[in-house]
């Protein structure tokens, strides 16, 4: 079992490769809006359950 996971873990780290600096930025960008993304969410849900005094 543990054999198998490193086996796995071995050809994983052998099939991928470093990002280069174009693909780096869009993941970055991704990420970036995802981020704000779930703020933005969290705010608009605390700022609802504020003003109808929910939670309290």
Do not use: W
Request: glycine share 12%; hydrophobic share 50%.
């Amino acid at each position: 079992m543990l054999g198998n996971f490193f086996q796995s873990s071995k050809r994983i780290f052998i099939v991928s490769k470093k990002p280069n600096s174009q693909e780096f930025l869009q993941m970055s960008k991704i990420t970036g809006i995802g981020i704000v993304l779930i703020g933005i969410i969290g705010f608009i849900v605390y700022f609802l359950f504020t003003f109808f005094g929910i939670g309290h």
